[in-house]
């Protein structure tokens, strides 16, 4: 089945350090682009950032909220994108979807969401 | 940042009965291809949001034909032609034509 598998989420304290992992399985992740939205409880969707393929040299990008203090990366070898989140804050709390984005021949769009991870942050 | 904005907030609907949902751009989604940056997604209650509709108008595999898109430019429309107990859930909109991906706040169906 092919599907995303995202682990890593829990509780840390204000300005600490978590790692998030999403794991391709199913399919060869190498080759599409990762984008890392996240959503507050009741809130709308917030897109955190995203990693490009190795072809377009693993270009990352990041949302106003979270540059400087994120950081994404992708070890094709383990079929696996990560989200490195430093400094964190109590407005970080959320559940943390990753996405697979299509970039080719047939048109670019995202067409697969992880199960999600909550991250909650205690001040 | 391209603004994304749907309506309505909640839509009821009866079982066989149709629904519509809009969703705007703040500017035009349509690349140099022809193709729309923009997707549809429905979260179920207690689940991730699933792919129904890409590039506009293609309807994902394993996706019902009830479910069509339309739309080009800056106007968009998901309508479903008669509703099932099991469509229920937030539906999205979300544009990939530049970063940040930015998303409708949401049209809730309640069934």
């Known amino acids: 089945e092919v599907q995303l598998v995202q682990s890593g989420g829990g509780l840390v304290q204000s300005g600490g350090s978590l790692q998030l992992s999403c794991a391709a399985s199913?399919?060869?992740?190498?080759?599409?682009?990762a984008h890392w939205v996240r959503q507050a409880a009741g809130k709308g969707l917030e897109w955190v950032g995203r990693i490009r393929s190795a072809a377009i040299n693993d270009a990352t990008a990041y949302g106003a909220s979270v540059k400087g203090r994120f950081t994404i990366s992708r070890d094709d070898s383990k079929n696996t994108v990560y989200l490195q989140m430093n400094s964190l804050k109590a407005e970080d709390t959320a559940v943390y979807y990753c996405l697979r984005r299509i970039e080719g021949s047939a048109g670019d769009f995202v067409d697969l969401w992880g199960q999600g991870t909550l991250v909650t942050v205690s001040s | 940042d391209i603004v994304m904005t749907q309506s309505p907030l909640s839509l009821p609907v009866t079982p066989g009965e149709p629904a519509s949902i809009s969703c705007t751009s703040s500017?035009?989604?349509?690349?140099?291809?022809?193709?729309?940056?923009l997707g549809w997604y429905l979260q179920k209650p207690g689940q991730s949001p699933q792919l129904l509709i890409y590039?506009?108008?293609n309807r994902a595999s394993g996706v019902p034909d009830r479910f069509s898109g339309s739309g080009s430019g800056t106007d968009f429309t998901l309508k479903i032609s008669r509703v099932e107990a099991e469509d229920a859930g937030v539906y999205y909109c979300m544009q990939d034509l530049q970063v940040p991906l930015t998303f409708g706040g949401g049209t809730k169906v309640e069934i």
């Open positions: 500017q035009s989604l349509q690349r140099s291809n022809g193709n729309n940056a």
């Open positions: 199913g399919f060869v992740f190498s080759g599409s682009a």
């Open positions: 590039l506009g108008s």
